[in-house]
């Protein structure tokens, strides 16, 4: 038992042993949707900006959000592919570098993270994650694993961790079932200490 840290932590340094392991939770996956379409984010709609220093459209946690940019969001995700994927989050990520956006923590998107991020998950399951959030941005942000593993051989890994007594959430469960039902990668790691019987 390391005493001081967490359970994701302490996951995490097992998993680096066999590839690269970050700590992400909400910020990876939203986070490079805030990215790919932080233009519609921050479109110019009727009432959604009052002022230049709002770090969200004050219409962002209501279902008019999707809806008032459902055209904008629909042709986005018709045109992508890993090219318009890389070449809009690298730029959003270069020149809007500490700016406010309400899906963008930027303390959690690294370069590097990105980089392996963009090189390992594929299309089909980026699709599939920015669907879902943008179905219900406001309560699908939330429930995602605590981290991403790109292990040694290649490919990647979404990983839940959980210490002793703590069990998954709802929203934790609805994402697994969705990544499950898709083939995108993920497991519930459970932690036990050593002292315990």
């Given at each position: 038992?390391?005493?001081?840290?967490s359970v994701?932590?302490?996951?995490?340094?097992?998993?680096?042993?066999?590839?690269?392991?970050?700590?992400?939770?909400?910020?990876?996956l939203?986070?490079v949707?805030?990215?790919?379409?932080?233009?519609?984010?921050?479109?110019?709609?009727?009432?959604?900006?009052?002022?230049?220093?709002?770090?969200?459209?004050?219409?962002?946690?209501?279902?008019?959000?999707?809806?008032?940019?459902?055209?904008?969001?629909?042709?986005r995700?018709?045109t992508?592919?890993?090219?318009?994927?890389?070449?809009?989050?690298w730029?959003?990520?270069?020149?809007?570098?500490?700016?406010?956006?309400?899906?963008?923590?930027?303390a959690?998107?690294?370069?590097?993270?990105?980089?392996?991020s963009?090189?390992?998950?594929?299309?089909?399951?980026?699709?599939?994650?920015?669907?879902?959030?943008?179905?219900?941005i406001?309560n699908?942000?939330?429930?995602f694993?605590?981290?991403?593993?790109?292990?040694?051989?290649g490919?990647?890994?979404l990983?839940e961790?959980?210490?002793?007594?703590?069990?998954?959430?709802?929203?934790?469960?609805?994402?697994?079932?969705?990544?499950?039902?898709?083939g995108?990668?993920?497991?519930?790691l459970h932690?036990?200490?050593?002292?315990?019987n």
């Open positions: 038992k390391s005493v001081g840290k994701e932590i302490l996951a995490a340094e097992h998993l680096a042993d066999s590839g690269d392991c970050f700590f992400v939770e909400n910020s990876l939203s986070g949707l805030g990215l790919y379409c932080w233009d519609i984010i921050f479109a110019p709609i009727n009432g959604a900006f009052f002022n230049p220093f709002q770090q969200a459209p004050a219409d962002f946690s209501s279902p008019e959000f999707i809806v008032q940019r459902q055209s904008r969001f629909k042709n995700l018709e992508l592919t890993m090219d318009t994927l890389k070449t809009r989050v730029q959003q990520w270069e020149q809007k570098q500490g700016r406010a956006n309400p899906l963008v923590h930027w959690g998107l690294s370069e590097g993270l990105l980089a392996l963009l090189d390992r998950i594929p299309l089909d399951h980026w699709r599939a994650i920015f669907v879902r959030l943008l179905r219900d406001r699908h942000r939330s429930g694993p605590d981290l991403i593993h790109f292990p040694f051989s490919s990647y890994d990983v961790v959980k210490g002793p007594g703590d069990k998954l959430q709802k929203n934790q469960i609805r994402w697994m079932a969705y990544f499950a039902a898709h995108i990668p993920h497991r519930a932690i036990r200490y050593s002292d315990e």
